[in-house]
Every structure is written in C-alpha cells, then in structure tokens.
C-alpha cells in the first residue's frame, strides 16, 4: 500500500490488538484520552530502583558554564497539539540554567509565565516529556530541544515559547536545533558581576538500576560520560532489536551521530493515537513511520539503527532536566536503557539526584 506524505490523518491505518509502542516505545494507556495522568503515575509508582548509591554522588568540574551568543528562533508544528509556535533561545547569565517562557500569541510581555527546564516541573510522560507549573500552563515535547543544549554544551539559556504550548517537532530529530546553536555559537557564561561560574558534572561512584517490567535505565561508574540504549520490537521485523552507544569524549560525536534521529511510529497504531487526541501534527515529513507488515513507509533512513539512536536522543533530553544553576544535566558515567519509556527515563533522573544531594 502507498503513501503520499501528509498528516497521518491521511493514512488508513489497521487497529492492533498489540500493546501501543508507538513514538519512541511509549505505551499509551487503555481508555483513549482519559486518564493519562493516572496512567503515568501508575508505572511511575511501580518503577523500581533495585541499586543506589550508597554514599552519594560528587560533583567534578568539567569547564565553565556557557551560554549563546545570541539568539535564535525556530518556528513549526507540535507533534501533538498541531499548532504552530515559534520558539527563541537567549542567552543567560551563569547560574541561571535553562528556564521555559510560555507567551502567547500576541506576544503579551504583562504575564509570561516561567518554567524551570527541571525534573521537579514534569508533569506528564506521555509520549513525550511535558512541563509545566501551576494550573495548565507548561511546555510539552521538551526533549528534543533540550537533547540539543544538553548535548551541544548550552548549560544557560532562556527559551521563549510563543502561539501554543509545544515546542516545535521541526523534522522529527534534533538536528535542525543543533545547527540553530552553532550559528548562534557559544561563549562562556557570566554571572551579574561579570564573572564565570564552573560547570560541574555529578560522578557515578556505585551502580543504580531503575526498571519496570524487562525495562529498565542503569548508571555504573566510568571515566567520562557514556550511554548505551537498547530496544526491541519483535512484532516489527523491520525495526526488530538494535543496541547504540554514545560518548561525550568527540565533542562532534552529537551532531553527527545523534542528533539526527528522527522520531518513529508504528503505521498500524496510528488511528488509534490519533483518537486518543495524540500526534495531530505527525506527518511523513516529521517521523519516521513503520508497518509491520511491509517495514518503512517513508525510507530512507539516516541510520540503519535511527529508532534506536532517536531513543538515545529523547533519553539525553530528558536526563537534561537533571541540570541545576548551569551544571550539566548528563552525569559521568556509563548510563544503559532498555525498552525504557520517558517515565522511567525520569524517574531514573529523580534517583540520581536524590543519591547527588
């Protein structure tokens, strides 16, 4: 069967009595639009932590803080609201860290309301990471944005969200953020007297292992930071079981390896996101989209592994959130996942934490 690109709107899709794994292998919960909240933490509560640190977690410099040297903008779709929004990225002071502003249409600079880019600020792991404060005011589909920073060395920066409450999906990968910082460039931070700040990264001294199921996200000591992911789809042959590892010793390992991933989804489990008000701004021109029975509706892949690597992706953007005052989110050490979804991904980021007090 062929497909023209377009809205997944679009597409016929075949209802699947499989468990929903649909973008990044995230599992929808039963009932459609209900209950989500409930649903996240449901598997939240359940998550167990089998190893943590014993002794806590030290903190290492790795450098000064940086920031842009100016700013950027970036303008698109959300992949589940569907409305346009434009994002800008300013430059902050040392110490600042990354913080959300949410305007809106018009620009209204009398009440715009701030979030922290923080794991304390997450409020729903559905399909993607979304944060936020009080009442219904936050930022969704962080991850891919923050993967960037994150991974590009952007350790504070101001990030303006204007006409709707999602950030962009632009072409479903990180790429597009990534060459959005580098023609920005970066500089180094400096606080209100003028001065630099260190940047200093949370060591791994003993293991920790978050799981729920057969899924599970691990840290073991190493000497500099490194993640492993793994996933396995065995009802999708085209994508099936694949492993990726990732370093921060090549400084452009991110942007040429990482970054371009795209996001992915199952064709056969598309209506039924769909009528769970999910992916309204999902196209064959932003992710990647599987059959199981005839494999990639839209080839060619950037990588054979690309699911794999994209996961890899959401996992540094959502360990982004762990980054506190300009001090990098990512620990040093050797983090594995497997089949994790963004629930355990951020549970695992509250247990660093805690053991990094």
Not at 77 to 94: D, Q, T, Y
Not at 155 to 171: A, F, R, S
Not at 273 to 285: C, P, W
């Amino acid at each position: 069967m062929s497909c023209s690109i377009g809205h997944f709107s679009l597409l016929r899709a075949a209802r699947s009595s499989l468990p929903l794994q649909l973008f990044s292998t995230e599992i929808l919960p039963s009932g459609g639009r209900t209950g989500r909240g409930q649903f996240h933490r449901r598997l939240y509560a359940q998550a167990q932590v089998v190893e943590e640190l014993t002794y806590g977690a030290p903190r290492v410099e790795t450098g000064p803080q940086l920031t842009l040297s100016r700013s950027v903008t970036k303008s698109g779709i959300g992949l589940h609201s569907g409305e346009l929004a434009e994002v800008s990225i300013f430059p902050a002071a040392a110490g600042e860290g990354r913080c959300f502003v949410l305007r809106n249409s018009q620009g209204d600079d009398r009440h715009p309301h701030r979030v922290s880019a923080a794991l304390g600020y997450v409020r729903d792991t559905t399909l993607s990471t979304w944060v936020g404060g009080v009442g219904n005011k936050g930022v969704r589909t962080v991850e891919h944005l923050l993967s960037a920073l994150e991974g590009m060395g952007v350790d504070n920066c101001l990030i303006e969200v204007t006409g709707g409450n999602e950030v962009p999906l632009l072409d479903g990968s990180a790429l597009q953020w990534v060459q959005a910082i580098e023609d920005a460039g970066l500089s180094t931070a400096v606080d209100k007297r003028g001065i630099s700040q260190a940047r200093k990264a949370l060591v791994i001294k003993e293991p920790i292992t978050v799981c729920h199921g057969d899924s599970f996200v691990a840290a073991f000591p190493s000497s500099c930071t490194r993640l492993t992911y793994g996933i396995d789809f065995p009802q999708v042959p085209a994508i099936g079981r694949q492993w990726f590892t990732w370093s921060t010793d090549d400084v452009s390992a991110y942007k040429r390896e990482v970054a371009p991933a795209r996001t992915f989804g199952i064709y056969e489990q598309v209506e039924q996101l769909q009528a769970a008000g999910l992916i309204k701004g999902g196209s064959l021109d932003n992710a990647l989209v599987c059959s199981m029975e005839t494999g990639w509706l839209n080839p060619p892949l950037r990588f054979p592994d690309e699911p794999c690597r994209h996961k890899l992706l959401d996992l540094i953007g959502d360990l982004a959130l762990c980054a506190f005052k300009g001090h990098p989110g990512l620990p040093i050490g050797h983090i594995v996942a497997y089949k994790a979804s963004h629930s355990l991904h951020v549970k695992f980021g509250e247990v660093l934490l805690q053991r990094g007090k």
